[in-house]
């Protein structure tokens, strides 16, 4: 079955650190990758995605990530946060088939809380 | 500007009062989906539709019912609402070869 795992549920940090967040998925097939951005009280914002290319894509907010097909994964990550990037970070994987079937699938969501 | 339209943004409802949140997209994609978020569970499919008239359950679809009559539009209906509906709704909407775009989200809280 076609699952997305995000290793870290809560994640707190002092402003200036340095962030990553793991994102690993099951399935054999085609993929397009997703990082998503929900603030508090606010819909989901799109971070950065991945349909082909670079393996290492760069976002929005200083943010980039990495596939590595051999792993499955797709972490995120952030040379150095700010208190502004307190909030909710979802990875999400677009599952590919044939006759045009596609399934957007999430993780649970990582919390990330930083600390002024 | 490209959006999708989610209404209402607050809901508050009584068991078993069929509602309707209403889903409206202007980018003429022709993939739309429904999606309820809860916490520590991330987001999980309801319904999804790949196009008009072709509809089909996601992971978590029971107690709910789309339609797509329309390309822009992706109602979802709760025909008798109970508790366990609570929770925080999107709405979502791409095309091949783009990301997702999602609607505001709606809160609906049944008693």
């Known amino acids: 079955a076609q699952s997305v795992s995000q290793h870290n549920h809560h994640v707190i940090l002092s402003e200036a650190a340095s962030l990553e967040l793991g994102c690993n998925y099951s399935?054999?097939?085609?993929?397009?990758l997703f990082w998503y951005v929900q603030y508090p009280g606010q819909h989901l914002q799109l971070l950065l995605k991945?349909?082909?290319?670079?393996?290492l894509v760069k976002g929005i907010k200083g943010f980039e990530a990495e596939f590595i097909k051999s792993k499955f994964s797709f972490n995120l990550r952030k040379p150095s946060v700010q208190w502004s990037d307190t909030a909710e970070y979802f990875c999400a994987v677009r599952f590919l088939g044939a006759g045009g079937y596609n399934k957007l699938i999430f993780g649970a969501g990582t919390r990330l809380a930083v600390h002024p | 500007e490209a959006q999708v339209t989610q209404n209402p943004r607050y809901l508050i409802t009584v068991t078993g009062k069929k509602l309707t949140v209403t889903c409206s997209q202007n980018m003429n994609h022709e993939y739309m989906s429904w999606y309820r978020q809860d916490p520590g569970l991330g987001l999980r499919q309801i319904y999804y539709?790949?196009?008009?008239?072709?509809?089909d359950k996601g992971d978590v679809p029971e107690g709910y019912k789309v339609s797509r009559k329309e390309k822009r539009n992706f109602p979802l209906i709760l025909e008798s609402p109970s508790p366990n509906q609570t929770s925080l709704y999107f709405c979502?909407?791409?095309?091949?070869?783009?990301?997702?775009?999602f609607g505001s989200g709606t809160r609906l809280t049944v008693v």
């Open positions: 979502a909407s791409s095309s091949t070869g783009s990301g997702y775009t």
């Open positions: 399935y054999g097939g085609t993929v397009n």
């Open positions: 991945y349909f082909s290319g670079d393996p």
């Open positions: 539709s790949m196009n008009v008239e072709v509809t």
